[in-house]
């Protein structure tokens, strides 16, 4: 009896442990779990309903949606004449930024700022802008020609342009200590708020950050500060091990078609390192002058007549490489014609929702050719 009530016992404590066993290995299996997520794991947040596609930006959680089919909706307004050809012509005419008529029709810089009162690299000129609706606000023209089309800009003019922003950038802060945010943007064509054709850029120096760019550093921190890592670090891995929205890149510059687009065919560059426009180095520069041409060019292949560029750059005194890694956003506007049907409506502006018509995952395979082709 004895000998029976000691192997009950026993059984009793071995099957008392085999649930030990099964509780410790769920306790370590969720602690995991809570690890995997906690380690710095960029979540791609989608879902589909009725063929619409819900996505959130894995920083923000900005709502976007994307409805491929809407692509192939019918526009009315694209039937209108293209009156490209005759709006380039007749602008010509007047054009202030044309090489006649930019030193009469520009403003000049004070002499702290330049001493010969106008910024000059290669073919592009920076001036004071006369229209300004921020603070510092300079604008560079980035060659001679009034017109070029998508496929025109090259490496070249584009990294002189960026050397010619670089050097207002500093001359600025440098009498200004309090103008500490660069913001390099670029409208081209009419239908992205660009008002004269002539190809050129809009460059900032602010005292505070943009709400947008505020939002970016901020939720920066937060991820650094929780899983000790740099989140834009974790999502150019993230996104380079998926494979389906890198296009291409290295440890100091990635180009990845965004998951969560806040405007058509949305193209992201990140500068690996550098929180700030000024850290822009001549490897930097370079290689993102030639992936821009690039994208450019694919753009073009893709009948693209008007985009928008801006860079969202930290503050110039201040290093946040730690958590936070400058980037800058492409996307492509409606065709410059007439009357044309418009990107944005209610929802963008009203709603603070972008509806877009093309899955990013699509974009990469339209871009990636164009940058496979020759590597810096
Ligand atoms: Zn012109």
Redesign the pocket.
Same mark, same amino acid.
């Given at each position: 009896m004895i000998l029976a009530k000691a192997r009950v016992t026993n059984r009793q404590i071995v099957k008392s442990r085999e649930i030990d066993i099964d509780q410790a290995l769920v306790a370590v299996y969720s602690e995991l779990k809570r690890h995997m997520v906690m380690s710095g794991t960029i979540e791609f947040r989608k879902h589909i309903r009725e063929q619409i596609e819900y996505r959130f930006d894995p920083l923000t959680n900005a709502q976007v949606r994307i409805n491929p089919a809407r692509a192939r909706r019918i526009k009315q307004a694209a039937a209108s004449v293209n009156e490209l050809d005759q709006l380039i012509k007749e602008s010509?005419r007047t @054009?202030p930024? @044309?090489p006649e008529r930019v030193e009469k029709d520009t403003p000049c810089f004070p002499k702290d700022i330049s001493e010969e009162g106008r910024i000059r690299v290669g073919e592009s000129l920076i001036f004071p802008n006369l229209n300004p609706f921020g603070e510092c606000h300079a604008v560079g023209i980035l060659s001679k020609e =009034?017109y070029l089309n998508l496929d025109q800009f090259s490496p070249e003019m584009i990294e002189n342009n960026l050397l010619a922003a670089s050097h207002y950038i500093l001359s600025t802060h440098a009498q200004n200590s309090e103008a500490r945010y660069p913001v390099y943007m670029w409208n081209y064509m009419p239908p992205s708020a660009g008002s004269i054709i =002539?190809p050129h850029v809009q460059i900032l120096l602010e005292r505070e950050p943009a709400p947008q760019l505020s939002k970016l550093i901020e939720r920066s921190l937060d991820y650094y500060e929780k899983e000790g890592r740099n989140y834009w670090a974790d999502l150019v891995e993230e996104e380079k091990r998926l494979g389906e929205r890198f296009i291409i890149g290295d440890n100091i510059l990635s180009v990845i078609a965004s998951f969560a687009p806040c405007g058509f065919n949305e193209v992201c560059f990140i500068f690996g390192g550098i929180s700030s426009l000024t850290q822009l180095d001549e490897r930097r520069m370079e290689t993102f002058s030639i992936y821009l041409s690039k994208v450019l060019q694919a753009y073009r292949n893709m009948g693209v007549g008007s985009f928008n560029l801006a860079t969202l750059s930290g503050a110039v005194d201040q290093n946040q490489a730690q958590f936070y890694w400058m980037s800058a956003k492409l996307i492509s506007r409606p065709y410059p014609r007439g009357i044309y049907t418009n990107d944005s409506g209610p929802m963008e502006r009203m709603q603070g929702v972008w509806v877009v018509d093309t899955l990013p995952e699509e974009l990469t395979k339209q871009i990636k050719p164009a940058l496979d082709s020759k590597s810096p």
């Open positions: 010509r @054009c930024f @044309c =009034h =002539h």
